[in-house]
């Protein structure tokens, strides 16, 4: 049915113009976006493979976080490719294209969402419940919860993509950002859009609101048992933590929220992809940075990886 749909579009190719209204910076971007390209996917790679190579750190919480480093991977890299090539030459994309690039970054979106929402309930538990934590979290569990995130992207976001693959898209043949997002594909539909609109704001309210509520609500909560620690090294350096965590979730939320609920709030074409880089080349780069720059234990497997790494290369 999907197929047929699109084999009937009116136009059957689209280009990204990107930020084509600064061309003269298009060599600076590339080089720019290139590095953070190349960092963002070689600093979750080592979180991976670190998570996956040492023994001390087969836990719950490095579960989680080799899981959100691989999911920055592919997240980051559906999108970033193509803008790259935008600023060398015209980035063309087909209609089935495009429509796949939108569900596998919108399915790993959401995803995300719901993988920075268990982390912050796995700390939760960790630090409010010490105890049960063990029970509380067991591998079957871990496992379970991660499934849910990674299914729940790609069965909330299928379902979008399956509305807008019965829409009918007649013009014009560009659309006005770095990938194919959500609302500039709506501006280039002639038939009706509502029920799509409709069900990704549904959507988009919920698999926003329901996770960023459940990581305030637990950080609010590993406050109140923060504070009942002695002043001191260890609250510093909790409170330092949990607000480094807060500072790059609520940039991810944030602006999504504003993107996915309130569009309108947005009033230029430019400032919406300025926000959709917060997104989808920041916070990829600061996730890895943030919840391992003061940890010990994943700088520790990290030098052993590089230090067996390298005896073995002067051997």
Request: hydrophobic share 50%.
């Amino acid at each position: 049915m999907e197929a047929v749909t699109l084999e009937n579009q009116t136009i059957t190719e689209f280009v990204l113009l990107g930020f084509h209204d600064v061309a003269e910076l298009h060599l600076l971007f590339f080089i720019v976006f290139t590095v953070i390209y190349v960092s963002t996917v070689a600093g979750n790679v080592l979180i991976v493979v670190a998570v996956v190579s040492s023994q001390r750190l087969h836990t719950p919480m490095y579960f989680f976080l080799a899981n959100l480093s691989f999911l920055e991977i592919l997240y980051t890299s559906t999108v970033v490719p193509k803008m790259l090539q935008g600023f060398l030459q015209e980035a063309a994309i087909s209609v089935a294209g495009c429509l796949l690039q939108f569900f596998i970054f919108g399915s790993l979106a959401t995803a995300e969402c719901f993988m920075l929402a268990i982390m912050a309930y796995d700390r939760y538990l960790a630090i409010c419940y010490p105890l049960r934590y063990p029970l509380l979290m067991g591998p079957r569990g871990c496992l379970g919860l991660v499934l849910v995130a990674w299914l729940s992207g790609f069965m909330v976001d299928g379902l979008v993509v399956a509305l807008m693959g019965q829409l009918t898209f007649c013009g014009p043949s560009y659309i006005d950002h770095f990938y194919c997002d959500f609302t500039p594909l709506m501006g280039l539909v002639c038939s009706d859009p509502h029920v799509t609109q409709m069900t990704t704001f549904i959507l988009s309210v919920v698999c926003l609101t329901v996770p960023f509520g459940l990581i305030l609500t637990s950080y609010a909560r590993i406050v109140v048992v923060v504070l009942r620690v002695p002043v001191g090294a260890q609250r510093r350096k909790a409170f330092s933590t949990c607000s480094s965590h807060l500072a790059v979730v609520s940039t991810f939320y944030g602006t999504l929220m504003v993107l996915y609920i309130a569009p309108s709030a947005v009033h230029s074409q430019l400032l919406s992809k300025v926000f959709a880089l917060l997104y989808t080349v920041v916070t990829p780069l600061l996730n890895p940075v943030i919840y391992t720059l003061r940890n010990k234990e994943v700088h520790y497997a990290l030098w052993r990886l590089l230090y067996i790494k390298h005896t073995e290369t002067r051997d």
